[in-house]
């Protein structure tokens, strides 16, 4: 993209691409996360083992290749539950049907979303041989982690995943954190990042919002509709100050894209959506991984071609819905080009005026793009001269040589500066 952070952990759409996330074990995992949304895979799929079959496998492998011919590049991506649950023989298979079907000269790569608590060194050793990029789920500290990210017996995950992490690293196993916030974490967005950046060795990072609805609210381990904001602001005020180009977070990668009028590598935040669809392990394809319920079943593999799946009607209004839909209040919002919106899976709050349709973080996407304003247009005059945007970190040490220890922390917080972002990440305030 634009070379300066790439967090995805799914690469930007290419022309005649689409995004994928295979779920081979449906709603199976080892742990009991309060938050997660593949419980209600149970309802959608009773009496199901929630394991995908051989067959299946091979059928999904070689027509995924097929609708991607043409592609440089093709991405095989698995997510949960916890898909390392099928065990290493799966993943094996997975490999070697991929690269049978793979065309000359193209190339396969691989990415598996993991809890990291069944990781051991014969996985880690796998996931380095065949170049596998690994989402690994953690939280922050023990105690944010251990909030909501629970084993079936209700003990905190955070000593298992640290294991699972250990693995990855000392085999050289490319990594990124999928960190999610919730009401736990919103408070800590310094603290979290530091314990990512430094404890964990982080250098991508994904902050995932949960926003969980329950009888027209919303649960109370949402995070609250101005938290997120403040929990990225606080990040970005640490990470602008030292790690442009060092650590690369997500959003921030997908803020900057969106002010530079690249594509945007987030579909969160593009302007329209459909080219990141979900396979159950049935065979049945869904229109977004967020949209995992009958009114949204495209169809299934064993009946009808992924490629007619991905390219039908349905799916094409489902993405260009995204744009559509959107209320007045956010076409005349002077932040709209760097949000679109949001997940419209979450816009069910309602606008000042009114009107529904609004999204549940409206007031953290204002807030934070708003606040980030100034340095990404920074940072694009640098790219437009040639330069690189990490010059941006000498221009924010010596606006903080001038700065009061006393003086409002910039950040907005309403804090002084030697209460606040003044003080090393980490230390506290």
């Known amino acids: 993209m634009l070379g300066v952070v790439n967090a995805t952990l799914l690469p930007t759409s290419a022309p005649r691409a689409f995004h994928l996330l295979a779920k081979p074990t449906g709603a199976v995992c080892n742990l009991d996360c309060t938050y997660c949304f593949y419980l209600s895979k149970?309802?959608?799929?009773?009496g199901s083992r929630f394991r995908m079959a051989d067959d299946l496998l091979d059928t999904y492998l070689r027509q995924l290749i097929e609708a991607h011919a043409g592609v440089p590049e093709v991405m095989v991506a698995w997510q949960g539950g916890e898909p390392t649950m099928m065990g290493l023989d799966f993943f094996r298979r997975s490999v070697?049907?991929?690269?049978?079907?793979?065309?000359?000269?193209?190339?396969?790569?691989?990415?598996?979303?993991?809890?990291?608590?069944?990781?051991?060194?014969?996985?880690?050793?796998?996931?380095?041989?065949?170049?596998?990029?690994?989402?690994?789920?953690?939280?922050?500290p023990r105690e944010i982690h251990d909030a909501?990210?629970?084993?079936?017996?209700?003990?905190?995950?955070?000593?298992?995943v640290l294991a699972g992490l250990d693995m990855l690293r000392r085999h050289g196993?490319?990594?990124?954190?999928?960190?999610?916030?919730?009401?736990?974490?919103?408070?800590?967005?310094?603290?979290?990042?530091?314990?990512?950046?430094?404890?964990?060795?982080?250098?991508?990072?994904?902050?995932?919002?949960?926003?969980?609805?329950?009888?027209?609210?919303?649960?109370?381990?949402?995070?609250?509709?101005?938290?997120?904001?403040?929990?990225?602001?606080?990040?970005?005020?640490?990470?602008?100050?030292?790690?442009?180009?060092?650590?690369?977070?997500q959003m921030f990668d997908t803020a900057l894209a969106n002010w530079y009028r690249e594509p945007a590598g987030l579909c969160v935040h593009a302007e329209t959506c459909g080219l990141a669809l979900a396979l159950e392990h049935t065979g049945d394809v869904y229109s977004c991984d967020h949209y995992v319920e009958p009114a949204y079943r495209l169809g299934n593999i064993r009946q009808t071609h992924l490629l007619d799946?991905?390219?039908?009607?349905?799916?094409?209004?489902?993405?260009?819905?995204?744009?559509?839909?959107?209320?007045?209040?956010?076409?005349?919002?002077?932040?709209?080009?760097?949000?679109?919106?949001?997940c419209p899976k979450d816009r069910f709050a309602v606008t000042p005026d009114g009107e529904p349709g609004l999204h549940y973080l409206c007031p953290s996407y204002k807030a934070f793009f708003g606040h980030i304003r100034p340095a990404m247009e920074a940072m694009c005059a640098l790219l437009?001269?040639?330069?690189?945007?990490?010059?941006?970190?000498?221009?924010?040490?010596?606006?903080?040589?001038?700065?009061?220890?006393?003086?409002?922390?910039?950040?907005?917080?309403?804090?002084?500066?030697?209460?606040?972002?003044?003080?090393?990440?980490?230390?506290?305030?």
Not at 106 to 117: D, P, V
Not at 384 to 401: F, H, I, K, T
Request: contains cysteine; proline residues 5%; charged residues 25%.
């Open 96 to 140: 070697e049907l991929a690269r049978r079907y793979a065309q000359p000269g193209q190339r396969i790569s691989f990415t598996i979303q993991t809890n990291g608590t069944l990781l051991t060194g014969e996985w880690a050793e796998f996931f380095r041989e065949h170049g596998f990029l690994v989402g690994l789920s953690i939280d922050g």
């Open 384 to 429: 437009r001269a040639g330069r690189a945007p990490s010059e941006l970190v000498a221009r924010y040490a010596a606006g903080d040589a001038r700065r009061g220890r006393n003086d409002p922390c910039p950040c907005g917080s309403g804090r002084k500066w030697k209460r606040c972002h003044g003080l090393p990440p980490g230390t506290g305030r």
């Open 173 to 249: 196993v490319e990594w990124n954190a999928l960190t999610t916030v919730h009401a736990a974490s919103a408070g800590h967005g310094r603290e979290v990042y530091a314990f990512l950046r430094d404890d964990c060795g982080a250098r991508f990072v994904q902050f995932i919002p949960i926003v969980e609805r329950q009888d027209n609210l919303v649960s109370e381990r949402s995070v609250p509709p101005d938290g997120f904001g403040r929990f990225l602001i606080d990040v970005f005020e640490d990470w602008v100050r030292r790690d442009i180009g060092e650590v690369y977070v």
């Open 309 to 342: 799946l991905v390219a039908s009607p349905r799916q094409q209004e489902f993405g260009q819905a995204k744009r559509d839909t959107l209320p007045q209040y956010c076409r005349d919002c002077d932040v709209r080009f760097a949000c679109h919106g949001g």
């Open 42 to 46: 149970e309802m959608l799929y009773p």
């Open 148 to 160: 909501y990210r629970l084993d079936k017996g209700g003990k905190g995950s955070f000593t298992r």
